[in-house]
């Protein structure tokens, strides 16, 4: 019998619980909710329970099974006492964040709360990274800030609670758009991850730092760490955190040109069932750079790809994402001559775009350029706007060339107001 397989089916939870971790540490997430599925038919209490509800939440995480363990962990909480309902809580948020945000910051204070007053501090902090992310994706940089400065004061005794603390932080930076700062957090939760031979976390964040990397205009480097993740994902069975991966890998190929391989890949990424997130962002970007290519269908295509998943987005309180989508849906319109449909799309965009982060605003500004008529006032100043907002920005940024070349809406928004300044300093 292998070490994957040492507690037979009917062990106890004890055995069951420490099987489905080693299978999870293993890459074995379809045999670990297996195991831990067992051990969660049985009473546990105390310590155990701790486990079995962070075990079980992220197997559930890794194979897609949400529904069948929140509706465990919600006849657990009303099962114990309040002072044990803290790990189940905290729990709950883990797979709340995969389906719908705004769930996530009804439960957080509850789970914040429960957690200190069972003095668990790594529960308070993994609480308020999961609010914090939940913020991000919603668009409430204000937020996700208050739940980082949260987590900075809580005295950190343990690399676990500075790793939590460190991912709040991280979303707070990246839902405010400040870039070097995000990107430092990452590399510094990312080498916890290591310390703590947590390899799932190690591939999310490298997946983190692809994104911003992506964001910054250094494609190169975010590829190199896309393929540390797929590689990371795949060893340990964690089917969203591979799609992510993907996709952060295909972007980098369209922001370097290969934007016929980038679709290649993506192509194979949109008939895989993942979270609610996965799927919008691979929806998002695929939509994306298929309007980039321009080849015959291209557009109809991705005006499909993008309503195939706005329903979800809504649902998820994806409002970071809605613009972008919309905002494809609008171009593709107006490329296949549907001007009506197209402005009524655009409209949707901009009205999602309060909540939208600069790079949001970047595709609605593309879309409105695209739909608008050329004589149309509101489309020079649209364009105008976008163009003072890439630059102000590219003064924030360490390689300003970089940003607004290598980011493909940067640089195609700057195109269409004038031309790239030929004078931005690049990184020495």
């Known amino acids: ?75 657990r909480i009303a099962q114990v006492a309040p002072e044990s309902q803290a790990p189940l809580l905290v729990a709950q948020l883990g797979v709340w964040r995969m389906l719908d945000t705004a769930r996530v ?91 703590l031979g947590a390899r799932v976390d190690i591939a999310n964040e490298s997946n983190n730092l692809a994104e911003t990397y992506l964001e910054l205009g250094c494609p190169a480097e975010a590829r190199a760490c896309a393929e540390a993740a797929q590689q990371l994902a795949a060893e340990t069975g964690h089917g969203t955190v591979l799609a992510m991966a993907t996709v952060y890998g295909a972007i980098a190929m369209g922001e370097s040109g290969q934007i016929d391989d980038a679709l290649a890949a993506l192509d194979r990424l949109t008939i895989v069932e993942v979270h609610r997130f ?48 919309y905002a494809s849906v609008a171009r593709a319109h107006g490329r296949e001559g549907h001007d ?40 020079a100043v649209v364009l105008s706007t976008a163009r003072a907002r890439i630059l102000r920005r590219a003064t924030r940024r360490e390689d300003p060339h970089a940003f607004c070349v290598h980011v493909r809406v940067n640089r195609r928004l700057l195109e269409l107001s004038g031309g790239v300044p030929p004078d931005l300093p690049r990184a020495s």
Not at 36 to 45: F, N, R, S
Not at 112 to 118: G, I, N
Not at 280 to 297: C, P, S
Not at 302 to 325: D, F, M, N, P, Q
């Open 1 to 75: 019998m292998s070490a994957g397989d040492r507690s037979p089916s009917g062990g106890s939870a004890d055995e069951l619980v420490a099987a489905g971790e080693d299978a999870l540490a293993r890459g074995q997430a379809g045999r670990a909710f297996e195991l831990l599925g067992q051990a969660a038919a049985q009473p546990v209490a105390g310590p155990l329970l701790h486990r079995l509800a962070a075990a079980y939440a992220g197997a559930a995480r890794h194979v897609g099974r949400h529904t069948e363990v929140l509706a465990w962990i919600e006849a």
């Open 105 to 195: 910051l009804e439960l957080l204070d509850a789970a914040v709360a429960a957690a200190t007053a069972a003095d668990d501090i790594e529960g308070v902090t993994r609480a308020l990274a999961h609010g914090a992310y939940a913020a991000y994706r919603r668009g409430e940089a204000r937020l996700a800030r208050d739940l980082a400065e949260r987590a900075e004061k809580i005295v950190a005794p343990t690399r676990a609670v500075q790793f939590h603390s460190t991912r709040t932080r991280m979303f707070a930076a990246t839902a405010a758009g400040d870039l070097e700062a995000a990107l430092e957090l990452s590399m510094k939760a990312r080498a916890m991850a290591r310390e």
């Open 278 to 325: 996965a799927r919008i962002d691979v929806a998002t970007a695929h939509a994306f750079w298929l309007l980039e290519r321009g080849a015959a269908g291209d557009a109809r295509q991705a005006r499909e790809v993008a309503e195939a998943v706005l329903e979800i987005a809504h649902a998820a309180g994806a409002e970071g994402s809605l613009t972008k989508l």
């Open 340 to 379: 009506e449909l197209a402005r009524t799309a655009l409209e949707r965009a901009r009205k999602c775009a309060d909540r939208g982060d600069a790079t949001a605003h970047s595709f609605l500004a593309l879309a409105a350029a695209e739909v608008l008529p050329a004589h149309e006032p509101s489309r």
